[in-house]
């Protein structure tokens, strides 16, 4: 093809090549992945979607990429699925400083999507990027799926696919691990010389290029190593960080893992999770005492079932009550036990439930015999804010036993009040989010 070199295609070439075989793909991609920011081929890599793309300098000093790398990064990317409903918030969240987005490496995709929305729209440079349309990272091209939403009026809030999410997530990941090994071999190379048989892969020309490990392939499976374990304890505690980011997500097994996810009623940890999951699982518009429940919640209570009960049931004070936190078990309430009582109407091919589920209580978990559930139906056409059902804490839980002993069988045998004596007296109570928009809630 035309650009080639010596078994090598230049980075304009590969810019045209990246395009051209992911023309049909589902996550859109960019013109400029390898040569618009933040792709920096004297860095001796660039990023395509979860993937790390060495570049060699050629004859000439002029920078190519072995055509096969190019063309592994998009047969895979071409098999990513996505659906452009299900959504993550990437920001910007309370308390997160504005950051600077113009170097070249490494990704930190959230640090530059939050750096260019926010960065004032008459700044030179601003123009500069409208002009370049640099608008891709790891080679897709997030403008096209960025999705922005505004909430009452004025606060905006920003969002992406879950599918294109993961991708990023592993793409920065991928980075990390490229760059630690880079700095590595140049440790061990000061010590010891070059080494003799180096550990490399053959390119296109037959140059051999170091070759990056799978996004998860250095990272360890979590096997309950933390399990009993307090979040107050743990989070204080200054590796802790840098421990559960060795870890891959406990839930999807597929990205590494960013964060500590933790029961807030009870205030033990259950797992390391990605950005993703720990989003997926959290209960839309949590307020004090009331949740939108998202569609999401269907994913979780039907298809992954099994998988979502055994990780709630990490935390100790959830398996000996045999029950899920407040909001959970709200929203379990409201998507399985109330699901006969939800209106429908016409749709192509059938009938559609209607409106959107929404979730109050009084009281609390801690005062089971006060604590009442209300599901209602938002935006019904049969008539707005219709209530469904009230139902008491107490019955609530009971349901959730049956349930789950008929869904999950083998978490309901490993819950109930005889399988762990160390219980606390005293439980924690729910910590609530009066203003929805911290993340590190559920």
Not at 31 to 44: L, V
Not at 183 to 203: I, L, N
Not at 304 to 318: F, K, Q, S
């Amino acid at each position: 093809m035309p650009g080639r070199t010596d078994g090598l295609i230049t980075l304009g070439a590969a810019d045209a090549l990246w395009v051209d075989l992911t023309a049909d793909s589902a996550v859109p991609t960019a013109a400029g992945a390898f040569t618009s920011c933040p792709a920096h081929a004297p860095a001796g890599y660039v990023l395509l979607g979860g993937h790390v793309v060495a570049t060699v300098r050629a004859s000439g000093g002029q920078w190519g990429v072995a055509e096969a790398a190019v063309c592994r990064a998009a047969a895979e990317l071409n098999t990513v699925g996505m659906d452009r409903q299900d959504l993550v918030r990437i920001g910007p969240f309370r308390g997160a400083p504005r950051q600077e987005c113009d170097e070249e490496t490494p990704l930190r995709w959230r640090r530059r999507i939050t750096g260019e929305l926010q960065e004032p729209g008459g700044s030179g440079r601003a123009a500069r990027r409208e002009a370049a349309r640099s608008y891709h990272l790891a080679g897709i091209d997030w403008r096209q799926m960025l999705v922005e939403q505004t909430r009452d009026g004025t606060q905006r809030t920003w969002w992406l696919p879950r599918a294109v999410v993961r991708l990023l997530d592993a793409a920065e990941h991928a980075e990390a691990q490229w760059v630690q090994a880079a700095r590595t071999r140049q440790a061990e190379a000061a010590v010891t010389g070059p080494p003799s048989h180096p550990r490399q892969a053959p390119d296109a020309g037959g140059r051999r290029t170091t070759s990056p490990e799978g996004p998860t392939a250095s990272l360890r499976p979590y096997n309950g190593e933390l399990e009993g374990q307090l979040y107050s304890v743990l989070s204080r505690k200054p590796a802790t960080s840098r421990r559960v980011a060795g870890w891959a997500c406990a839930v999807c097994r597929t990205a590494p893992a960013t964060v500590l996810d933790h029961c807030h009623e009870h205030g033990y940890v259950r797992a390391p999770v990605c950005q993703s999951c720990n989003t997926q699982e959290r209960p839309d518009h949590l307020y004090s005492n009331d949740i939108r429940v998202a569609n999401r919640y269907t994913r979780l209570f039907h298809t992954d079932t099994g998988h979502w009960l055994r990780h709630w049931h990490r935390c100790p004070g959830c398996r000996a009550r045999t029950t899920l936190p407040l909001p959970h078990l709200a929203a379990w309430t409201a998507r399985i036990a109330c699901r006969s009582l939800r209106p429908t109407h016409p749709a192509p091919g059938g009938r559609k439930p209607c409106g959107v589920l929404r979730v109050s209580w009084t009281g609390s978990q801690n005062a089971p015999r006060s604590c009442l559930l209300t599901v209602t139906v938002d935006f019904c056409p049969s008539g707005e804010h219709r209530v469904l059902a009230q139902v008491p804490y107490r019955e609530a839980t009971e349901r959730f036993r049956i349930w789950l002993a008929e869904t999950a069988p083998a978490v309901a045998a490993a819950a109930g009040p005889d399988r762990l004596d160390d219980l606390p007296a005293q439980i924690r109570p729910v910590i609530a989010d009066t203003s929805g928009e911290d993340t590190a809630l559920f």
